[in-house]
């Protein structure tokens, strides 16, 4: 997948062959590469809303989302689902500090799925996979265009009586290309020149506006 200066987004169609009959389930996990992230907390504090506190997530991937052809509690337990390490909740999310309050933990860590929900990235989709006559199944997957690049796996688990029978993983790769591409890896190599770069730009963008009012 590229990902150019005027990318808004991509429709991906996963498919393939499965054995089994009209008895199977298939589950499809589609994640990005890890990324930091941090999550703030705000608190009031002299009419102010301030940053109390911030959590880094050091392993969190940019990009999650389950596709099911039936809902996923159906298919596995909540015990299976945490042995196959399927779902957010089971993906051994670490963070920045210690938290030693189990409670606390459940807090922030749903505070964190609820934001890449809301941004489109973490994402459950039950009943979207299709399984035609027991022996093809397919499964749109939507990229927005807020996605990182990297390598994005994408982990297919063939179901059978609630039992995982088959699991099978391959890679996609997505890219920057053109301008953007060039824009990115200069700003990320080079940052201290890029910012200057940006600055000098800002001031003589503002000095030509500047210019051209004063002639009007």
Known sequence: VSITIDFNGENLL???????????DIIVIFKGPHVPLALRK???ASGIWMNKQTILWQNAPSFYHIFSNRALDEILSEEQQANLHIGAEHIGLRSSEAILDEEKVTLWRSALIRSMTERGLWHLNEKNVSIIRGALFRAPVYLPANIVP????????????????????TYISVAKTGIGAMIYAFAHDYS????????????????????AFRKQ
Do not use: P
């Open 192 to 211: 201290i020149f890029y910012g200057f770069f940006a600055v000098c730009f800002a001031v003589f963008a503002g000095w030509l506006a500047a210019a």
């Open 42 to 44: 705000k608190e009031r």
């Open 14 to 24: 996963l498919f393939g062959a499965v054995s089994g009959g009209t008895e199977s």
């Open 150 to 169: 990297g390598e994005y796996e994408v982990r297919v688990l063939h179901v059978q009586d609630n039992r995982l029978v088959a699991e099978d993983t």
